[in-house]
Structures are given as C-alpha cells and as structure tokens.
C-alpha cells in the first residue's frame, strides 16, 4: 500500500520568506502527484497537479516538483503572505487501479506578518 | 457551476442514530468519491463512483455505511448506528475521466456523535 510522509509537521517563517514543503511517498509507480491546500474546518483546494511523465508544475508564486524516482516532491512557495497559513496536504494516485488518492498527513503553515 | 456541494455542513447525532450526507458533484464530472478525515490526519479514500456504478469500497467502510449514486448525479453516504469513532469530517469529490484525474473537493460535512 502506498505510504505518503510530509515534513515537517509545522512551520512557521516570516512573511516575506521562500520556503519549501516536503512529500514522500512510498510506491514510485504513481498516475499523478496533486497538492492540496486545507483551511481550517474547510475541503480541500487543489493547488497543482503533476502527471507521473512531468518533473515540474508551476502557478504564480508556487511550483511543485516530482521526482519518481526517489519518491520525492516538494512544493515551493516564494515570497510567503499571511494569507498562505493553511495546512499543505499531497496526494498521490497510483497505478494499480485503485483510483484514489492517498494522502499524506499535511503540513501546516503559519507566516507570520 | 459552483463546485461541489456537500449537505449539511454540521452534523451532531446521539450514539445508535442513523445519518445521511448529500453531495452534488461539479455536472459534468463522472466521478465522485468519499472520504472521510479526522483531526490532524489526511483524508481517507471510502469509496468511489464511476457513473452510477460503485466501483471501489475502502475496507474501512463497514456494513453500517453505504453510499448510493443515483442515476449518476447526487450522491448520498448514509451511516447506520453511529458511533463515536465514526466523528469526523466526510469530504466528496468529484473528477471528470480522462482529466488527470485532478480532483475537486466539497466544503466537507462535520460528524460529531455524541
């Protein structure tokens, strides 16, 4: 079964800051990579997708990376605000047939202005 | 459209009650799953719909949870007996085949037994 671990736990910088998210996952056969932003006692908001076949993704101030084969994403984030507070969650869809995401615990974010 | 639609928001319930959860999925999409997340954790796959068709049960959705899809629009998850340990936030979702399978997330509903 596919395992996925986010490091670390918590984080908090300064607004203003460049920081990146980490994600690892288990079974390097996957469909896709997403990451997800979670707000407190709210869903889920997809942030970006990367297909197994792409290295990289990138939308405004963040990029995500993937690397199979060593079972490793991160997610970058430039110039953090404190509108980013929220926890990170990455999910991986693997090929198996399952058809689900599994997902890692989340990291949660505090920028502090 | 506007998103996936999930109903009620909150939900608290005495022990031994029976529960049902709606979600309307985004239109187009053909594909909808439930999940179901508790403090501090990721969101846990329950199952999956494809169309009509449930195709995919998580084992941790034991006899007391069903889930229907209807014509392959709405989908209802409905929980028998509740206990405590089934509190939780129930989180849908839904995707379009062919799309990456990128999926879209409801705002959850909030179980809390009592």
């Known amino acids: 079964k596919q395992e996925v671990t986010q490091i670390p736990a918590a984080l908090s910088v300064p607004e203003g800051e460049n920081l990146v998210l980490n994600c690892s996952f288990t079974?390097?056969?996957?469909?896709?990579l997403q990451w997800f932003r979670q707000d407190p006692g709210k869903g889920l908001t997809s942030l970006l997708l990367i297909q197994s076949s792409q290295r990289e993704q990138t939308s405004g101030r963040l990029n995500a990376s993937l690397d199979k084969s060593s079972g490793r994403s991160t997610l970058y984030i430039a110039a953090s605000q404190p509108g980013d507070s929220a926890t990170y969650l990455c999910a991986a869809i693997d090929q198996t047939g399952a058809n689900n995401l599994f997902f890692g615990t989340g990291t949660r974010l505090t920028v502090i202005p | 459209d506007t998103g996936v639609s999930q109903d009620p928001r909150h939900k608290i319930t005495k022990r031994g009650q029976n529960v049902t959860f709606r979600c309307d999925p985004i239109s187009e999409h053909n594909r909808l799953y439930w999940y179901r997340q508790t403090l501090g954790q990721g969101p846990e796959f329950l199952t999956y719909?494809?169309?009509?068709?449930?195709?995919?049960k998580s084992r941790l959705l034991s006899d007391r949870f069903s889930a229907e899809r209807p014509k392959g629009s709405f989908s209802t998850l409905e929980i028998q007996r509740t206990e405590q340990g089934d509190s939780a936030m129930y989180l849908c979702?839904?995707?379009?085949?062919?799309?990456?399978?990128?999926?879209?997330f409801g705002s959850g509903t909030q179980l809390s037994v009592l």
């Open positions: 079974d390097s056969a996957i469909y896709n």
């Open positions: 979702a839904s995707t379009v085949t062919g799309g990456y399978e990128k999926l879209f």
């Open positions: 719909f494809q169309n009509e068709a449930q195709l995919e």
